[in-house]
Structures are given as C-alpha cells and as structure tokens.
C-alpha cells in the first residue's frame, strides 16, 4: 500500500474549520478571522515548549486564553472561549485528515 504525505495547507484548513462549524459560527467568523487564529495557534507553540507536554487539558486552556487575550488587544475580536474551542476542534479534524510525516 502506497503512502501519501501531504503537507498543510492553510487554505485547505480554513475551508475545512469554516465547514466543519456550527452555523452561528460559520456567520460569525470570517476566512481573515480563521487564518488568523491559525497564526496564532503557530505563534503560541513558537512561545511555549508544549509540544512535549503531557497536560494537554492544561495547555488547550493555556493556548484559547491565549487567542482570546491576542484577539482583543490586536482589535481583531471578541471571542469567547467556547467560540475559540470550536475552532480549535475542528482545527484538530482537520488536522486528523492528513498523512503529515514529521520527520
């Protein structure tokens, strides 16, 4: 059996996020909202060495407090936590997809 490794593609991932929420929140964020949560998310792991982290409950907390607090002072939105969480999960579907090789 042949396989395929697929790189991530952001475009992709924003269509995919932007399917995958409920309604209300397919109104209320934008493609420009969820590339810019995807940057985020890249800017927060860049900060904190998590990745090896075994508290993941911990640092999902960590990382949407994070967005949430970013959001605001950047005046891109208000966004409650449980809004950011949605993304958050359908990010990690997303992700679940791809055949991504780490090494």
Not at 35 to 49: A, Q
Not at 71 to 79: L, N, P, S
Request: with cysteine; glycine share 2%; charged share 40%.
């Amino acid at each position: 059996m042949d396989e395929f490794n697929f790189q991530y593609d952001e475009e992709a991932a924003v269509a995919f996020i932007l399917n995958y929420l409920p309604q209300e929140l397919k109104e209320k964020f934008t493609d420009d909202d969820i590339y810019y949560i995807l940057d985020l998310i890249c800017e927060f792991y860049e900060k904190n060495d998590y990745l090896d982290n075994d508290d993941e409950e911990q640092e999902e907390k960590e990382l949407i407090r994070f967005i949430v607090k970013q959001a605001k002072e950047d005046e891109i939105g208000d966004y409650s936590a449980d809004d950011v969480l949605l993304v958050l999960r359908a990010e990690e579907a997303y992700t679940g997809t791809l055949n991504i090789d780490m090494e």
